[in-house]
């Protein structure tokens, strides 16, 4: 009986052996269990996941279960899957009024919310950089200031010079800052939206602190076509009125999902391949033409979460050489938030990460691709060509630079610090269409997709880890890259 068995063992380990990493694929990735992850991730009930809300919770329990039931470990300092973290939920003032030169303004959103009472006069002072404060005394009074600058003027522009703009003003001794933004109204709309509801941020103790000293009021009005900021430039004074409540703030918590397992190799096991992805989304909503309030995020990023659990079953039953670590992030989408702590509170040294894999999506409109962002800037972009390919997809690189997209998912964070971060996602040409048409919208539902793409997609995605994993050479930035200084630091090479 014992020669039996030890025959059968034998016969199983060289079955086992035999098979390509491509079979060793296609034996966990099944098209009924890629719908089931994403059908329960983007359920109505779920409410859009977004993070702080306790539906965002019974997501990561899922995926935390999920990972248990594959044989997963945690890999949390706390033993658990999971990484707790506290947030600053700062919800916007009950009331703000605001009258300048005798016109009430309606169109106006707080960017900065701070208890106001003020009467007095208001000074324009074109940008408001520092060479507009030159022979101006503008000490208790409001400054008025356009949006930017004189090169760019436009609202990604305004954000990037707002904290420029608070400092001088600061220093300047002036009451409040009120910067005129000249946009279309569908921008207008979601500024709008963004800054009137409630806002999420990292909780910094020593930044609060300082910002309860050092807060000044500053708000962004809608000036359509220009017309504030024309008519004010021909007046040196005028007489305004702010009245503001205080922002409301509350610590609220909430948790990345983290899991491992280890490499086969005595060397290479020391080396971990993170495979990433977001599993929050934006929650509730503006409603749609069918009156749907419900952001479900299917495309963004059920299906991320779905590739990395994907991953993570496969490699439970048939582990690379390398070791793998799984982090699905809370936050992303109010502002990489869950990746930017774990980057600072890694639960293993940042120097053993050779590779993030990230995993994010807006929406496809092309189901012969995989589109990766970032997929030329790593030495591991013929390995994920050739796993693409194996399954029937051409994978290309991003086809969309002016969006800045490796720059807006989680993948950055662990650039920034040196780690190759592509990120892989479904197959588009143009971001616009049928890629737009469900990015954040309600109708990004489960049943919209196309889960025969999406087996092949998953397969692909698994067969490139594993390449990457198993390569005895370890991956790095192209030369010339952006971030290969930082990783040439971070792995001391």
């Known amino acids: 009986m014992k020669l039996l068995f030890s025959t059968l063992l034998l016969l199983c380990s060289s079955t086992l052996l035999a098979q390509t990493d491509k079979e060793l694929v296609q034996n966990t990735v099944d098209k009924n269990a890629i719908e089931g992850h994403i059908y329960f991730l983007a359920d109505d009930l779920l409410k859009g996941r977004e993070t702080g809300t306790a539906e965002n919770k019974i997501a990561a ?90 090169e760019a003027s436009d609202a990604r522009a305004a954000f990037g010079l707002r904290e420029t703009k608070m400092s001088l003003a600061k220093k300047a001794g002036a009451a409040g800052v009120i910067e005129l933004l000249s946009t279309d109204e569908n921008l207008w709309g979601f500024i709008e939206h963004n ?3 409630s806002r999420i941020s990292l909780l910094n103790a020593k930044a609060e602190e300082e910002n309860k000293t050092n807060s000044l009021p500053y708000i962004w009005v809608w000036d359509k076509e220009g017309a504030y900021a024309a008519a004010l430039s021909k007046k040196s004074t005028v007489k305004a009125t702010l009245m503001m409540d205080a922002a409301s703030i509350e610590t609220i918590k909430t948790r990345n999902v983290v899991g491992m397992v ?18 929050d989304h934006v929650g509730i909503g503006t409603p749609d033409e069918t009156g749907d309030v419900i952001y479900n995020g299917a495309r963004d990023n059920a299906v991320g979460i779905t590739t ?35 980057v600072e509170n890694p639960v293993l040294p940042l120097s053993q990460m050779v590779y993030c894999f990230n995993s994010d999506n ?5 189901t012969s691709l995989a589109t990766i962002i970032g997929l030329n800037r790593t030495s591991a972009g013929p390995h994920i060509k050739e796993a693409a390919a194996a399954f029937g997809l051409t994978a290309i690189d991003d086809p969309a630079p002016e969006q800045g997209l ?45 889960y025969d793409y999406l087996l ?11 390449k990457i994993a198993n390569d005895p050479v ?9 971030y290969e200084e930082a990783g040439k630091k971070l792995y001391k090479k």
């Open 456 to 466: 092949k997609f998953f397969s692909a995605y698994v067969l490139s880890g594993r």
């Open 262 to 279: 280890q490499g086969t190799d005595p060397v290479l096991k020391d080396e971990y391949i993170i495979y990433s992805g977001h599993y």
């Open 308 to 342: 990395v659990l994907s991953m993570a079953e496969n490699l439970a039953k048939y582990p690379t050489k390398r070791s793998a670590l799984f982090i699905l992030f809370t936050g992303e989408e109010k502002g990489l938030l869950g990746s930017e702590y774990y």
């Open 61 to 150: 329990s899922y995926l935390a279960n999920t990972m248990r039931g594959y044989g997963v470990q945690p890999a949390s300092k706390e033993g658990t899957f999971y990484q707790e973290f506290p947030l600053k939920k700062t919800s916007p003032p009950k009331s703000v009024d605001l009258k300048i030169d005798g016109m009430l303004i309606e169109n106006k959103v707080p960017i900065e919310a701070v208890l106001t009472q003020f009467v007095g006069n208001a000074i324009y002072l074109g940008y408001g950089l520092e060479a507009d404060y030159f022979g101006k005394d503008v000490k208790k009074q409001l400054v008025i200031i356009k949006s930017g600058s004189a």
């Open 406 to 450: 490796f720059d807006r998912s989680d993948n950055v964070k662990f650039a920034a610090k040196g780690i190759p971060a592509p990120t892989f996602s479904l197959g588009f040409t143009a971001f616009n269409g049928t890629v737009t048409q469900y990015y954040h919208r309600p109708g990004d539902e489960a049943e919209s997709l196309d």
């Open 474 to 482: 370890t991956p790095f930035w192209t030369a010339g890259d952006k």
């Open 195 to 197: 800054f009137t509801s």
């Open 362 to 366: 807006a929406g496809y409109n092309d």
